[in-house]
């Protein structure tokens, strides 16, 4: 069965780093396109950035140039690269695959706070 694993997460200060990995298993992974959500307390799941299975990627407006989302197909692994964090970057990170119908991994907590 298709199954995501998240990590990465944790607790940062305001301009610090984090990067988060999500290993996929249980489906072809370099034929899918893959993306990264993430859900703060009381709003809606959004989304941060994706990539195709070509490597075309688009981000939202709030973490351009500050985030880069990768995919290493010979690892099965999804990356997300997030420099210059902000507060506001605080949310459950999920990993999430196109493969049909859609898989979530479990999520992680990222934490931006001094």
């Known amino acids: 069965q298709v199954r995501l694993v998240e990590s990465g997460g944790g607790l940062v200060q305001p301009g610090g780093s984090l990067r988060l990995s999500c290993v996929a298993s249980?489906?072809?992974?370099?034929?899918?396109?893959m993306a990264w959500y993430r859900q703060a307390p009381g709003k809606q799941r959004e989304l941060v950035a994706a990539i195709s299975s070509g490597g075309t990627t688009n981000y939202a407006d709030s973490v351009k140039d500050r985030f880069t989302i990768s995919r290493d197909n010979a690892k099965n692994t999804l990356y997300l690269q997030m420099n210059s964090l902000k507060p506001e970057d605080t949310a459950v990170y999920y990993c999430?695959?196109?493969?049909?119908?859609?898989?979530w991994g479990q999520g992680t907590q990222v934490t931006v706070s001094s």
């Open positions: 999430y695959t196109l493969q049909s119908p859609g898989y």
């Open positions: 249980g489906y072809i992974f370099r034929f899918a396109g």
